[in-house]
């Protein structure tokens, strides 16, 4: 249900809207690390995925983590604030950066649910508390009230 919810182009159905900037395609808190340390500008390492595309797709996975709940909201403001300041594409520079990150992240979200319980079911086990975290938020997205849903592109 929380798949179906995603717009045409999220589930590559339609073309993407802006596919023009440079991404990391890869990008996670894992990416990133302070050179010289524990001082040093923050870079961005492994661009192995590096290609265009919407850059909202870089910030999904901490997007998706933050609004499951699995990062706490200090560290996803700390990191928010670091990427604005350092004229990061994917949201303003102030305000509220929902409305150009929920796609990607609710996206994001769904593709980790379906890896969990296939994974789970091979394995023969149950979910773990972080998968079912994923699982769960896939839940609420699929039980959005009409009107809430309605800002929601197609």
Known sequence: RAWA??????RAEAPMPDA???????????????HPAPDGPWLLIDVDDLGVGAPAWDLARPAAWYAC???PPDEWFRFLAAYRDA????VPADGDPWPA????????TVQTAALAVAKSAAAERPLD?????VVDACDRMSSI??????????
């Not at 919810?5 to 999220?10: E, H, Q, R, V």
């Not at 004229?87 to 994917?90: E, F, N, Y």
């Not at 990150?101 to 994001?108: E, G, N």
């Open 5 to 10: 919810a995603l717009p045409g182009w999220a």
């Open 20 to 34: 023009t900037t440079l991404c990391h395609g890869d990008l996670h808190l894992g990416q990133l690390l302070r």
């Open 69 to 71: 709940g699995l990062l």
């Open 87 to 90: 004229g990061g594409p994917a």
């Open 101 to 108: 990150l929920d796609v990607a992240a609710r996206a994001l």
């Open 129 to 133: 508390e972080v998968q079912q975290a």
């Open 145 to 154: 009230p009409p009107e809430l849903a309605r800002g929601f592109a197609t």
